[in-house]
């Protein structure tokens, strides 16, 4: 009402044309509403984080475990949601740990909308693993560690500035700046690689990026998988599987058998890294072309989005669900360019064919042609690939095959121990 009054005042004050522009404006206010506000706060932790510590000393002289061989390990983590990959990876190494006999704990940075510790916990053990780790729902009262580990950009900025700890590490698992376009949260992200943690990397193209690029101290791990649920079964023609989305509303779908070769795609569109909608393009184009495929999406509840062809829509699964997944497709598709996914290697495990895309992080762990598709970020190009992939179940079976025996080389129990190596390394234990 008051901008109404505002612009007849002009009317009288300013003429006509002021008054119909001001007139025009709160229409469009009425229908549009006000513009939305950036709100610069939400990154008050980069700076407040930034500050010199009082007490500049750490703990390499005033604290040690006991027992030489028993570390006691701090992680400040971000929130979770169901299905987090990168959570997961984080906690599978936290219970290879505990396995080892470390002493764990586990922080949440920037609040959680999963309540009270207890709460937390729960949560973490019913979707994730069920760790002996403490779990705090806040980075307040850090207890005294030999190692503290930063787990993301944003995580690396407290890290940085707690000081009760033996030695700093950041878990690297993706070249982050690269979830943004050229923006603060790009330099802010980028800045962490500078700010001395010792970096324990997914795999060795990001230990070499951030070596070479940041001089960055770090070594790498290798993404695996879990062979007790991911192995080659008796194809299978038909399977129930239970599905979520991502407020854990569950449902059951059945795989049926299908005549025409079986797509399944890891979809997230909320996720911009997994190029959601250049893997839709490029399905369109294969569409648009006459070829014939069955296609699933997972990783996402894709229900709200307009896709201009049939699909299964599973949402999300658990691993068992998953893996008859991958037993029951012909091809799986998965797009990660910031830094090579678990999701391949589980895929490989199942001998599923599989098609990636071509960058310097796949092209680092993968051999294109040989065990993997690799195809270049272009709609028909990624089509291209495709097509003869389905097309061709000689080449599936060969490249299905030599995957396999590529990705046997790998267990999580390896990584967890080059994990902790790198650990007691760093520290001199």
């Not at 009270?116 to 693993?129: A, P, R």
């Not at 830094?339 to 992080?361: D, F, G, I, Q, R």
Request: charged share 25%; hydrophobic share 40%; net charge positive.
């Amino acid at each position: 009402m008051a901008l109404l009054k505002k612009a007849f005042k002009t009317l009288f004050t300013e003429g006509p044309l002021p008054f119909i522009k001001k007139t025009f404006n709160f229409i469009k206010r009425a229908f549009y509403g006000v513009p939305a506000q950036v709100n610069p706060a939400i990154y008050n932790f980069t700076l407040d984080y930034s500050r010199p510590a009082v007490d500049k000393k750490t703990l390499d002289e005033r604290f040690r475990s006991g027992n030489k061989d028993k570390m006691a390990i701090n992680w400040i983590i971000p929130d979770m949601g169901v299905g987090s990959g990168g959570h997961t990876t984080i906690f599978r190494t936290i219970k290879h740990l505990e396995d080892f006999g470390h002493k764990n704990r586990l922080y949440v940075f920037g609040g959680t909308k999963h309540g009270s510790n207890k709460k937390l916990k729960k949560f973490i053990n019913e979707n994730f693993f069920n760790l002996e780790a403490e779990i705090f729902n806040s980075i307040e009262n850090i207890k005294d560690s030999d190692a503290l580990v930063a787990t993301s950009w944003q995580t690396a900025y407290p890290v940085r500035a707690i000081q009760n700890t033996r030695k700093k590490f950041y878990f690297v698992q993706d070249f982050e700046p690269w979830f943004y376009p050229m923006s603060s949260e790009y330099l802010l992200a980028e800045n962490t690689y500078k700010f001395g943690l010792y970096g324990i990397c997914a795999g060795p193209w990001l230990a070499k990026t951030v070596r070479e690029k940041y001089g960055m101290n770090a070594d790498f791990f290798d993404l695996a998988f879990d062979p007790k649920i991911y192995y080659p079964r008796e194809k299978i023609v038909s399977a129930k599987l239970e599905t979520s989305d991502e407020h854990n509303s569950k449902k059951t779908m059945v795989l049926e058998t299908a005549k025409k070769p079986k797509i399944i795609c890891y979809a997230r569109p909320v996720t911009p890294r997994r190029c959601f909608e250049l893997l839709i393009q490029a399905l369109r184009e294969l569409y648009v072309r006459g070829v014939d495929f069955d296609l699933s999406f997972v990783g996402w509840d894709l229900s709200p989005y307009i896709i201009p062809f049939e699909f299964r829509n599973l949402r999300i699964l658990k691993h068992e669900g998953l893996a008859k997944l991958y037993s029951w497709a012909d091809v799986g598709i998965v797009f990660s360019p910031t830094n090579y996914s678990l999701l391949p290697h589980e895929m490989m495990a199942c001998k599923l064919p599989v098609l990636e895309m071509k960058s310097e992080t796949t092209e680092t762990v993968f051999r294109d042609g040989e065990n993997i598709v690799l195809a270049d970020p272009d709609p028909i190009a990624i089509a291209d690939k495709l097509e003869w992939l389905l097309n061709n179940s000689v080449g599936r079976k060969k490249i299905s095959e030599n995957a396999y025996e590529y990705v046997k080389q790998f267990s999580w129990e390896k990584s967890g121990k080059k994990v902790e190596e790198i650990l007691k390394r760093e520290l001199g234990n």
